[in-house]
């Protein structure tokens, strides 16, 4: 704890600064309650989001067969080279102050395939993998979004913390130090002033006598 001056303009600096904390408090502590009430509804969006995408993979197992095929097709007919990302598009966006990616759409490279190489399943398995690739995009930015307030909640914690067990009964002890300072310094100011009067007064008695 700093040392502070025992004087009346130190107590009212003190006395300032706590008005000043305990105003800013209760601002940090409702940003750190909305950080975490939004941090806890992306999860839930991202754990829709892996069920979506498992649901589809689930729906998938009867075309496991036909997805093996994909091996013979070669290095250069491969499927990879059918379903190739070409943009992920965000926006910005901001929640309690946070800048944040916001997830907007996923575009894909027009790859032309040979119909009369490929069987007819493939035009499904390209529509399949697109959706999956677009669920990973997403989720992606989702658990981008979760880092970033994830930061600022630990930050915005630590600034909670420093209020209440630091700041604040650090002001506190500061003004309740310079009070009993102040009090006796007033204290022993009355006492010496009573002190002076009777030495005036007695003082006088002796002149009059």
């Known amino acids: 704890m700093a040392?502070?001056?025992?004087?009346?303009?130190?107590q009212k600096k003190q006395k300032d600064q706590l008005k000043q904390f305990l105003r800013y408090l209760p601002t940090l502590q409702l940003k750190k309650q909305q950080l975490?009430?939004?941090i806890r509804q992306i999860e839930r969006e991202v754990q829709i989001l892996l069920e979506s995408q498992k649901?589809?993979?689930?729906?998938?197992?009867?075309?496991?067969?036909?997805f093996n095929e994909n091996r013979v097709f070669?290095?250069?007919?491969?499927?990879?080279?059918?379903?190739?990302?070409d943009t992920v598009l965000r926006e910005k966006g901001n929640?309690?102050?946070?800048?944040?990616?916001?997830?907007?759409e996923l575009t894909f490279k027009e790859i032309a395939h040979d119909l009369s190489f490929y069987p007819l399943w493939v035009d499904y398995a390209i529509v399949v993998l697109k959706e999956l690739a677009r669920f990973d995009a997403m989720i992606t930015t989702l658990r981008t979004q979760i880092a970033?307030?994830?930061?600022?909640?630990r930050i915005t914690s630590?600034?909670?913390?420093?209020?209440?067990?630091?700041?604040?009964?650090?002001?506190?002890?500061?003004?309740?130090k310079i009070g009993?300072?102040?009090?006796?310094?007033?204290?022993?100011?009355?006492?010496?002033?009573?002190?002076?009067?009777?030495?005036?007064?007695?003082?006088?008695?002796e002149v009059v006598a």
């Open 3 to 10: 040392t502070v001056k025992l004087t009346k303009n130190e």
């Open 36 to 38: 975490q009430i939004v």
């Open 55 to 66: 649901r589809i993979i689930e729906d998938l197992k009867p075309w496991i067969a036909l």
């Open 74 to 85: 070669g290095k250069g007919k491969s499927l990879s080279n059918v379903v190739v990302v």
């Open 95 to 104: 929640i309690a102050g946070v800048p944040i990616p916001l997830f907007k």
């Open 148 to 153: 970033l307030l994830e930061d600022e909640l």
């Open 158 to 176: 630590q600034r909670v913390n420093l209020f209440e067990k630091v700041k604040i009964p650090e002001t506190k002890e500061n003004i309740r």
């Open 180 to 205: 009993i300072y102040l009090g006796d310094q007033q204290t022993a100011a009355v006492v010496r002033g009573k002190i002076a009067k009777k030495k005036l007064v007695k003082s006088a008695k």
